[in-house]
């Protein structure tokens, strides 16, 4: 499957499916708590299964600097 | 997982209250939410002018789309910081969340009013940027409140902003900030009321709520936020959030409720007595302000540089742009000033 990243920065990935959101993230190295996973306009949770011809997002919902 | 109230497959996870929600009823739970805390807190009363400071960021975004679903009379405040096509596009998707719901929008450009970008006052008076950038915002966003009449001041930051802070200054036993953490900061003379609805949402639930409800917003970060020390600790958070959820809130809510409390009364015999501004009349402790006494050595220096004519001296008041229901060009024209129009 194809992961798009955010991170902000735009970054590409190619992952072997089918597996669960949360076995990707952790492929990744990405904290759950800190990103958002879309696959089009869905939103996904950790247990979703996603297929190896899927497009994923993920999103950071990280944010830096004094507000 | 399946939606906790009506078991439609679910789309977002709120694991510290071990439940998920499909779209709709996470959008629910998410406005409640915030009006909870509204309500709670006494943040604001149907009646009030409420200004929010809208960065384009996610978090500012909801809360000023969230502010509007539940009914409140709302003005954006965003201001021009220079940091480039940053800040350019910062502006794009602030105006174009105003326009598209017809929202007021008041803009103040700082380069326009005091001739300097955040780059370059950083620049010149050899301070951190986002040490002169913070100043500068809460100086532009209190003054704004203060002669435009409005009755507060509502800014975007979340569980992840407010708890990242704490560990900070925990860490570093800031006890001076440790004492102004509360979601609700009272007025004072010539000081706006601040609230922070958002503060018990976290960034992941934000975005959620930005993303299934497609506000437009920045999703870029400003250059200047990458290393910041911020990041480090909402990275050690969220770790520790991941392996238990919860740990967040409760480490921000409980320091409120038990911790902050006694620090203030334990301080109070410390805290100083507020003072006019000599320069512009603002509060501060000392004889000048913080924020004009940083933008008088910005201008001392870019004086000698020969960026700023000799004779200029440095105007704290801030130079408006009005635009009603997010459209048009808008004017520029200083704020009235003092006496609050209503
Ligand atoms: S990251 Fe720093 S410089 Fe950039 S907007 Fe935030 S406070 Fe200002
Ligand atoms: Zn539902
Ligand atoms: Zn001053």
């Known amino acids: 499957m194809r992961v798009v990243l955010r991170t902000p920065e735009r970054e590409e990935r190619e992952l072997k499916g089918p597996k669960k959101v949360r076995e990707v993230l952790e492929e990744l190295g990405i904290v759950p708590e800190g990103v958002i996973v879309a696959r089009g306009e869905e939103l996904l949770t950790l247990d979703d299964e996603v297929a190896d011809d899927d497009t994923l997002e993920i999103i950071s919902a990280v944010s830096g600097g004094k507000r | 997982m ?28 998410f406005e409640h939410q915030v009006e909870r805390a509204i309500r709670r807190h006494r943040m604001l009363k149907k009646e009030d002018r409420v200004l929010v400071a809208v960065s384009g960021g996610k978090d500012s975004i909801a809360l000023w789309e969230v502010l509007r679903r539940l009914g409140f009379h709302t003005t954006g405040l965003h201001i021009q910081l220079g940091i480039a096509d940053y800040s350019k596009r910062a502006l794009e998707a602030t105006r174009r969340f105003a326009e598209e719901r017809s929202l007021p929008l008041i803009v103040v450009d700082l380069k326009e009013t005091y001739r300097l970008t955040i780059p370059e006052l950083a620049e010149l008076t050899r301070r951190r940027t986002c040490s002169v950038c913070g100043l500068t915002k809460r100086y532009v966003m209190n003054r704004v409140a203060v002669e435009e009449g409005f009755d507060v001041v509502a800014t975007g930051h979340n569980l992840d902003d407010e708890a990242s802070v704490l560990l900070g ?6 006890t001076d ?23 018990l949402l976290t960034e992941r639930e934000i975005l959620a709520y930005t993303l299934l409800r497609r506000l437009p917003y920045q999703h870029e970060e400003c250059p200047f936020a990458a290393g910041a020390k ?52 603002y509060p501060t402790t000392g004889e000048v302000c913080a924020f004009c006494k940083t933008w008088d050595h910005a201008y001392r220096w870019a004086k000698r540089k020969g960026r700023i004519p000799g004779e200029v001296r440095f105007e704290a008041e801030p130079l408006l742009t009005f635009i009603p229901e997010g459209k048009g060009g808008g004017d520029a024209r200083p704020a009235p000033s003092q006496e609050p129009a209503g």
């Open chain 2, 2 to 29: 399946k939606c906790a109230v009506c078991g439609r497959k679910a789309a977002v996870e709120v694991r510290r209250q071990g439940r998920a929600f499909c779209p709709e009823h996470y959008l629910e739970w």
């Open chain 2, 230 to 281: 911020s990041l480090l600790y909402k990275e050690a958070l969220n770790k520790l959030e991941t392996a238990m959820p919860g740990t967040k809130q409760a480490f921000l809510e409980q320091y409120l409720k038990k911790i902050e409390p006694v620090l203030q009364k334990g301080l109070s015999a410390e805290e100083v007595a507020l003072r006019e501004c000599e320069r512009c009349g």
């Open chain 2, 177 to 199: 900030a440790l004492v102004r953490q509360d979601p609700v900061l009272p007025a004072k003379e010539k000081l706006a009321k601040r609230v922070k609805p958002l503060y």
């Open chain 2, 169 to 174: 200054n925990v860490l570093h036993w800031q």
